[in-house]
């Protein structure tokens, strides 16, 4: 009869470590899921970023040059002073 009783506590307490253990293995494998999600996240927001900054420069590439002017010649006081009277307008 003692050894019925001492096999059933003995298969009691492999049960509860093996229920102990599996408990266990599953909280690592949710902290190892969160942690993989958190990182998938950041990844997902840098691309996102990736991608604006890509947008902007091909609009920055699709822009047209600024249209160049030629200087006026040294010592043209009359077109000097014309662009001085101007610069009161804007």
């Not at 990736?50 to 040294?74: C, F, G, S, Y």
Request: glycine content about 6%; cysteine-free; aromatic content about 2%.
């Amino acid at each position: 009869m003692a050894e019925v009783i001492l096999g059933l506590i003995i298969a009691i307490l492999g049960l509860l470590g093996f229920g102990i253990y599996k408990s266990n293995k599953l909280e690592n494998q949710k902290l190892k899921t969160m942690e993989a999600e958190a990182r998938a996240e950041i990844a997902e927001k840098q691309m996102e970023v990736v991608h604006d900054v890509r947008q902007e420069i091909r609009k920055v590439e699709q822009e047209k040059e600024p249209e160049k002017k030629t200087a006026p010649a040294a010592g043209d006081s009359s077109s000097r002073l014309d662009r001085l009277n101007r610069l009161h307008d804007n």
